[in-house]
Structures are given as structure tokens and as C-alpha cells.
């Protein structure tokens, strides 16, 4: 028999308090949600730069430029196929040892798997051992990120007031465009007032280094969170109840497969606006990449813009419906706009504005858009799962899909890979939406 727990209600103060009195602020939560979320994706974002600007060079000088983009876009997609087997081990570790000990461990495993990155011997001198220390450790990336999962997301979300939902459900999407400026940011200045040959040598290592600084500050961070009574109280009362992840794909099928792909639109956009065009530009056009690393870091404020806006629409419209429309508009974009790529710096420019602009209302609030589905007790390790395989799906392969597409198809092709996220999405809303009208 299930326990009954009352929901939190809004006191007029800042936070929350439950019917035991417990005060629950969702400003505090978000801060360590923001900051959590920006190591993740600043990790995240210095592999993906490297992937387009070093390591072909570095790790497959044997083969032609295109190529070892690919190569190093294969090698990226790891991390994601990896990501799920961490959420099964660090959420028996959470079951066993708790939520401190997952995140102490998870997030040393993925500062260390990305600073070894700045290491990395060149294949001129250790030959392919270059390139299985390189999958190794973006492997070790993808382990770690399916530790990284706190449930903090999902704790200001039960505690923000409810005419505030979507407002507060975009909180930690900010970490993505927060992460890229750091990111794009820190190549552009290395790599633009550096002769080449000492980027290559030395100054490419440093993001990686800046990334393991920002992954201790952000465990502190989520620790001071985790280990507050008020989290430790929501523990156990089991809204954020580390389950079994093989019981809950069992007792969650329906829901795991709405849950993964309601986001696939964002997701596929995700890297059709951040590491597709990075490539695009460096291998097929004149363009400087330099000046193309900050013209991201600019559109990522955008993108930040976009999804504090998603936030207001999404409490005006309803989450679901913004999604929905995101949805189609992405499919319409996926149409014209990667040819705009080909246009000069006009239609780079372009693409990347209104790219932006439709990523961070979308991605702003396709983060547990159906996580309600989930039983109170499945949905700490169901929104992880969805998570999972949202990414892999919608993300994982993106890079190396459209580029491959583009490259032997022409840019117009793809949108392809674009059109395929924004029709999952629409089809999984529609089923949700039949599962909710028979419930």
C-alpha cells in the first residue's frame, strides 16, 4: 500500500513548506541545479570543440581532414551509449551508500576522465594507443554523467509554486547555454591570439583543465544541497527514491519510451546549431573559426534569453503544447535553414540567430515534460532513464549523421536528421496524450 504524502504548499515566503513544516526554497535549489548543470555541459561542449579543431589532427593524422572529423564525432557519440550504464551502476551505489557518495564519485570520475583528455599523447608518438586513451576516456565521460543525475531538478519542480512551474522547470536548462559561452569562449581566445602551432601544441589543453576546476566547485555546490534536511526529508518520503533500473524499465515501458522521445526535436537541434555548423565551417569554408566560436558564444545568450522566455509560455500555453509547436516550427526550419551555411557569413549569422531562438524555447522546457507519468516512486531513476536515451537517441549521433548527410548529400540533406527529432517528438506527445485521455 502506497503512503500518502501531502504536497507541498506555497507560504508567502520564499519557498515552500510541507505539511511537516519543512521549508524548501527553490531559489537555493536552482542555484546549485544552474551551476551542476554548467560544469556538465561546459565538459561536454570543450570535448565537442575539440573534436571539430584538435583532435583530427592530433589523433587521426593518417587520414583526411573530413575523416578524422568523423572519426572524432564516432568517438564523441561513446560517451552517449556509455551514459546509461552509469545510471545502472551509480544508482545501485546511491541505493547502497546514497546520493553524496554517487555524486562525490561521478563527479571526480568525469573531472578526471576530461582533464586526462589534456594529456592525451599524440598518435605521431604512441600510434592507435592515442585513439583508444581517447575513447577510454570519453567513456569514462559518459559513465560519469549517468551518475551525475541528483534528482535537484526534479526537487525544485515539486517545490516551485505551481502557477510557476514552467518558469522553474527551464532553471536547468540555462546550464547549456552557460556551459557553451564558457566553452566557445575559451577556445575562441586561445585559439585566435595564438599561432597555430602553439594552439595545437600547448593551449588546447587548457579548457580541459578549467573543466575538472569547475566540476569540484560544482560537487560543493550539490553537496551543500544534498546533504540539507529538507533534501534528506523529500529522500525519504521517497519522491526521489533511487529504484531498481531494471524494475522500473519493467513497470515503466510505456512511459520510458513516451519520455524519450517527447524531447527528440530538442535534442536533435541541440547539436544542429552547436557542433554541426563548428565543422561545417572549418572544413568547407573560408570562414575563420575563431570568429565562428564567438559567434556561438552570442547566440548562446540567445539561447539563454529563449529559454527564460519558455518558461513564461510554457505557464501561459502549457508545457506540452509549447513542445508541440517547437516541434513543427523545427521541422519547417529543418527544411531551409542548414543551407543558410553555405551563404557566407550573412546566412551563418542567420541560421545561428533563429537556431538559438527556437533551441532555447524548446529546450527549455523538454526536460521531464511527461515525468509526471512515473509513480511517485519510479520517478527519480525513471526521469534519469528518459534522460538517457533521450540523448542518445536524439543527440548521440547528430554530429556525425548530419555531417555525413552534408557532406555526401548536400546541407538541405541535413535537415533530415532535424525533420526525423521533430516528427518523434510530435508522435510521442500524440501518444501521450491518448495515454492520458484513457487513464
Keep these: 500500500m502506497s503512503e500518502t504524502v501531502a504536497s507541498p504548499h506555497f507560504d508567502g515566503s520564499s519557498g515552500t513548506r510541507d505539511a511537516q513544516g519543512h521549508l524548501l526554497n527553490p531559489s537555493d535549489i536552482a542555484i546549485g541545479v544552474v551551476i551542476g548543470r554548467t560544469s556538465e555541459f561546459f565538459d561536454f561542449f570543450v570535448f565537442a570543440i575539440a573534436s571539430v579543431i584538435v583532435f583530427p589532427a592530433r589523433v587521426f593524422p593518417f587520414v583526411d581532414p573530413l575523416t578524422g572529423v568523423l572519426y572524432s564525432f564516432a568517438i564523441f557519440a561513446l560517451a552517449f551509449i556509455a551514459r546509461p550504464f552509469g545510471t545502472w551502476l551509480f544508482m545501485a551505489i546511491d541505493r547502497l551508500h546514497g546520493k553524496a557518495t554517487k555524486l562525490t564519485i561521478s563527479l571526480f570520475l568525469l573531472g578526471t576522465s576530461t582533464v586526462v583528455v589534456a594529456f592525451l599523447p599524440a598518435y ?152 554541426f555548423p563548428l565543422s561545417w565551417v572549418d572544413l568547407f ?94 520517478r527519480y531513476t525513471g526521469s534519469a532513464i528518459v534522460s538517457d536515451l533521450a540523448w542518445l537517441f536524439g543527440a548521440g549521433f547528430a554530429p556525425f549523421v548530419a555531417l555525413y548527410l552534408s557532406y555526401h548529400l548536400g546541407l538541405v540533406a541535413a535537415g533530415l536528421y532535424l525533420l526525423s527529432g521533430a516528427a518523434g517528438t510530435m508522435l510521442a506527445l500524440r501518444y501521450n496524450d491518448m495515454l492520458d485521455s484513457r487513464e
Design 124 to 275: 605521431e608518438d604512441v600510434g592507435a594507443a592515442s585513439i583508444w586513451l581517447l575513447a577510454l576516456m570519453r567513456i569514462g565521460q559518459g559513465v560519469a554523467l549517468g551518475g551525475t543525475w541528483d534528482g535537484l531538478a526534479s526537487l525544485l519542480a515539486m517545490n516551485a509554486p505551481e502557477n510557476r512551474r514552467g518558469l522553474w522547470a527551464m532553471v536547468p536548462q540555462l546550464g547549456a547555454p552557460f556551459g557553451l559561452i564558457v566553452a566557445s569562449g575559451l577556445f575562441a581566445f586561445f585559439h585566435g591570439f595564438l599561432p597555430s602551432e602553439e594552439f595545437h601544441q600547448w593551449a588546447w589543453r587548457f579548457p580541459f583543465f578549467v573543466a575538472f576546476a569547475i566540476n569540484v566547485v560544482a560537487l560543493f555546490a550539490r553537496l551543500r544541497i544534498v546533504a540539507t534536511p529538507e533534501y534528506v526529508h523529500q529522500f525519504k518520503r521517497r519522491e526521489l527514491q533511487a529504484a531498481r533500473v531494471r524494475q522500473t524499465f519493467r513497470n515503466n515501458t510505456r512511459f520510458i519510451v513516451v519520455g524519450a522521445f517527447a524531447p527528440l526535436a530538442s535534442f536533435a537541434m541541440f547539436h544542429m546549431v552547436t557542433v
Design 285 to 378: 569554408t573560408e570562414q575563420e573559426v575563431t570568429r565562428f566560436l564567438i559567434i556561438e558564444a552570442l547566440c548562446a545568450v540567445i539561447g539563454a534569453i529563449a529559454i527564460v522566455a519558455s518558461g513564461f509560455l510554457a505557464d501561459t500555453y502549457g508545457r506540452r503544447n509549447v513542445l508541440g509547436i517547437c516541434a513543427l516550427l523545427i521541422a519547417v526550419f529543418s527544411g531551409f535553414a542548414p543551407s543558410l551555411l553555405s551563404q557566407g557569413v550573412a546566412g551563418e549569422v542567420i541560421y545561428m540567430v533563429f537556431g538559438f531562438a527556437l533551441l532555447g524555447v524548446s529546450f527549455g522546457q523538454c526536460s521531464g515534460a511527461v515525468a509526471s507519468n512515473f509513480p511517485r516512486n519510479y
